[in-house]
């Protein structure tokens, strides 16, 4: 299999990730979307016409999306909960992420890390105060769901643990303090325990 990236994305991560947990091999392609280089001709008719990254390539099929990717990866393996519900469960949390946690911590970390403060514009100025509020929001959220679980669903790591890890560890670098959240860190750090973890700059 072939994933077509940018490093340094979160979303790109969470697929190297769970191939790492799930004893799976990628090729990697690595692609600057700062210069662009997924909005070219090439990139649009033969890898995704969306022009985004992460898309996992298998054969001639390609799989945009990362979480949806991430699922495909650990597909037969325990990352994917063998019980209906939890498998319900672990979706409903993959599907949250990407529509009240991503959105807001990973949004803020891109502005900050690859933009810069200086560089945003004024509607990102604007919108900036309530994207922190919505991100501490998901981190409360997360921190109360850990209080009394080591995972995310049923008994062990699945793909919404993976999924919400890739920019959960990393929300400093957008300014989010994970200091009040001690669930959280203290997932974060079983998540870094697991045997065959990689860190996002492998």
């Given amino acids: 299999m072939i994933l077509h990236e940018y490093a340094a994305s979160g979303n790109c991560y969470k697929i190297r990730l769970a191939a790492a947990l799930a004893g799976k091999r990628l090729e990697r392609r690595e692609y600057d979307i700062l210069r662009g280089e997924t909005r070219t001709a090439a990139f649009l008719s033969g890898v995704n016409a969306n ?87 998901a981190l409360k959220l997360m921190d109360e769901h850990l209080a009394n679980r080591d995972w995310f669903v049923g008994e062990g790591p699945s793909v919404a643990d993976i999924c919400l890890y890739a920019y959960t560890h990393v929300a400093g670098e957008g300014g989010f303090d994970l200091a009040p959240w001690p669930a959280v860190r203290g997932w974060i750090a079983r998540i870094e325990g697991l045997e065959d973890y990689i860190p996002i700059t492998a």
């Fill in 51 to 137: 022009g985004r990254i992460p898309v996992l390539q298998d054969g001639d099929r390609f799989l945009p999306e990362s979480n949806a990717a991430a699922f495909y990866i650990a597909e037969g393996t325990a990352l994917i909960p063998a019980g209906a519900f939890d498998r319900a469960d672990m979706l409903r949390w993959m599907f949250w992420e990407q529509y009240n946690h991503e959105p807001n911590i990973a949004t803020v970390r891109f502005w900050m890390t690859l933009v810069g403060e200086a560089n945003l514009t004024d509607l990102q100025r604007a919108m900036l105060p309530g994207k922190r509020d919505g991100g501490a929001a």
